[in-house]
C-alpha cells in the first residue's frame, strides 16, 4: 500500500508501507559508543558551576520559578528555568526541541527543568545561529563540533544541576519533549500548562495551551500526537478561549 502525502518530496523513497514496515535500523556506526562514554566523561567531570541569577512570578504561590545560568563542560553559558512546587514528586527535564517555551511552565506537583541549549531561546550566542535550519546543521562536518553534541551534553548540564538544587528529585527523575516538532508544526504559540500523574502515578496528564495555526487539518493534528502518545487522551486548550476544549 502506497501512503498518501503532501510533502513536495517523496519521504518513503518510492517504498510501500509494507517496505518500510520490514526496514531494520542499521548497524551501529564504528566508534559510536566510545564516542558518546567520552563525551559524558568530559562533560561530567567538569567542575558543577552554576548560580540562581534571579526569581520571577509565578502565577501559583505555592510554586517559586528560578532563572539558572550554568557554565558548560565547554565555556559556554546556557540558561534554564527551574521551577519547584512547595509538594514535590519527582522532577522533569523539559527538552524544548526547536519550539521554545515564552514562559515557564509552574503548574505542576513536579519539580521542572527547561534548559534552553546552546544558541536557542535564554541561551543564544554570536557564533551559532538560532534559527532552526541553521543551527541543525551548525558545526555538522565533524561529529566532535556538531552543535546536538553539545545540546546533548547540555540537557545531561541541566538534570544534574536540578538533582544537585533539589536531592529529592534523583529518585524520580524523567524527561519530557516527545510532542515538540508535531506542536512546532501546528502553532504558532504553545506553552505546556501543566503536569500532573493520574492512575496511581503510571501515567503523565500533561495540558498545553496552543495557538493553531492558519488552514491546519486539527484532526489530523491531535491524531498525530495521539500517535506519539500510545493512543492515549489528548487534551489542548486554546490559547486565549481555555474555556474552549478539544478533546479526542
Not at 488552514?215 to 489542548?236: E, H, M, S, Y
Request: charged share 25%; with cysteine.
Amino acid at each position: 500500500m502506497n501512503i498518501k502525502h503532501d510533502f513536495p518530496y517523496d519521504p518513503t523513497n518510492g517504498l510501500s508501507q509494507e517496505e518500510l514496515l520490514k526496514l531494520t535500523a542499521p548497524p551501529e556506526p564504528a566508534g559510536f559508543r566510545k564516542f558518546w562514554e567520552e563525551t559524558r566523561s568530559l562533560a561530567m567531570e567538569h567542575k558543577l558551576y552554576y548560580h540562581i541569577e534571579r526569581e520571577v512570578w509565578s502565577e501559583l504561590p505555592d510554586c517559586r520559578i528560578y532563572v539558572v545560568r550554568a557554565k558548560t563542560w565547554d565555556n559556554r553559558e546556557i540558561v534554564m528555568w527551574i521551577s519547584r512546587p512547595k509538594q514535590s514528586r519527582g522532577g522533569i527535564l523539559i527538552g524544548q526541541g526547536y519550539g521554545n517555551m515564552s514562559t515557564p511552565p509552574c503548574d505542576s506537583d513536579f519539580t521542572l527543568c527547561c534548559p534552553n541549549v546552546r544558541g536557542l531561546g535564554l541561551s543564544q550566542c554570536r557564533d551559532i545561529p538560532w534559527r532552526p535550519l541553521k543551527h541543525v546543521l551548525h558545526g555538522i562536518r565533524a561529529k566532535e563540533t556538531y552543535v546536538l553534541r553539545g545540546v546533548i551534553t547540555d540537557l545531561w548540564l541541566a538534570a544534574t544541576i536540578l538533582i544537585d538544587m533539589y536531592p529529592d528529585v534523583a529518585e524520580n527523575l524523567n524527561y519530557m519533549g516527545l510532542f515538540d516538532r508535531v506542536l512546532t508544526e501546528n502553532t504558532t504559540y504553545w506553552r505546556l500548562k501543566r503536569v500532573k500523574t493520574t492512575d496511581f502515578g503510571t501515567l503523565f496528564d500533561l495540558v498545553y495551551s496552543i495557538k493553531v495555526k492558519n488552514g491546519i487539518d486539527q484532526k489530523k493534528f491531535i491524531d498525530d500526537l495521539r500517535a506519539l502518545n500510545g493512543n492515549l487522551n489528548v487534551t489542548l486548550v486554546l490559547y486565549k478561549y481555555d474555556d474552549k476544549i478539544y478533546e479526542k
